[in-house]
Antibody
Framework: EVQLVESGGGLIQPGGSLRLSCAAS????????MTWVRQAPGKGLQWVSV???????YYADSIKGRFTISRDNSRNTLYLQMNSLRAEDTAVYYC???????????????WGQGTLVTVSS | SYVLTQPPSVSVAPGQTAIITCGGI??????VHWYQQKPGQAPVLVVC???DRPSGIPERFSGSNSGNTATLTISRVEAGDEADYFC???????????FGGGTKLTVL
């Protein structure tokens, strides 16, 4: 069974750093397209970042240069390092896994439960 | 960056058909996915690759995509379908995901 469990969220002051983790089970992180999506309170979904199977990484313009996506194959875990945090980064952060393997066309059928990041002084 | 436009809300009576649109320039040339999200829960993929249904999703959920509009159709709407629905595409030109603003489906 595919499972994704996020952790690492919490209250952080503006300008601070936080690292989110997404522990995966039931599949291999490095063999899949993995992404982070966030949702500000009462708002819609916003795509944040992706790491491809081959290791290429891409980011939303709003967080480029501040956030870094990575994975630890030995721990089968996805990460999101967030630096220079701003109030507008406050959101629930979800990790998700792409579907359909080699036939992936951008969908994410598997999601974690999310972890809340609050940026406030 | 690519923009997807959804109506903020759609209302429908039980048993009727709900149609939720997702507009984007030449969206018909892209692959559209749809997610259902209920309060306090993670999104659930209900339609992928324009019109496919993931395992476990009722046949009442269907999708189409052509021209500048993609559509999620929910037939024989039930109270349990009340949720927010988001369309999504992958922009291959920028390697970025894009979500629509979401549509709140209210079952009257």
């Amino acid at each position: 069974e595919v499972q994704l469990v996020e952790s690492g969220g919490g209250l952080i002051q503006p300008g601070g750093s936080l690292r989110l983790s997404c522990a995966a089970s039931g599949f291999t992180v490095s063999s899949n397209y993995m992404t982070w999506v966030r949702q500000a309170p009462g708002k819609g979904l916003q795509w944040v970042s992706v790491i491809y199977r081959g290791g290429s990484t891409y980011y939303a313009d709003s967080i480029k240069g501040r956030f870094t996506i990575s994975r630890d194959n030995s721990r089968n875990t996805l990460y999101l390092q967030m630096n220079s945090l701003r109030a507008e980064d406050t959101a629930v952060y979800y990790c998700a896994r792409g579907g359909r393997g080699d036939l992936w066309r951008g969908s994410f059928p598997y999601w974690g439960q999310g972890t809340l990041v609050t940026v406030s002084s | 960056s690519y923009v997807l436009t959804q109506p903020p809300s759609v209302s429908v009576a039980p048993g009727q058909t709900a149609i939720i649109t997702c507009g984007g320039i030449k969206i018909g040339s892209k692959t559209v996915h749809w997610y259902q999200q209920k309060p306090g829960q993670a999104p659930v993929l209900v339609v992928c690759d324009d019109s496919d249904r993931p395992s476990g999703i009722p046949e009442r959920f269907s999708g189409s995509n052509s021209g500048n509009t993609a559509t999620l159709t929910i037939s024989r709407v039930e109270a349990g379908d009340e949720a927010d629905y988001f369309c999504q595409v992958w922009d291959n030109s920028s390697d970025q995901g894009v979500f629509g603003g979401g549509t709140k489906l209210t079952v009257l």
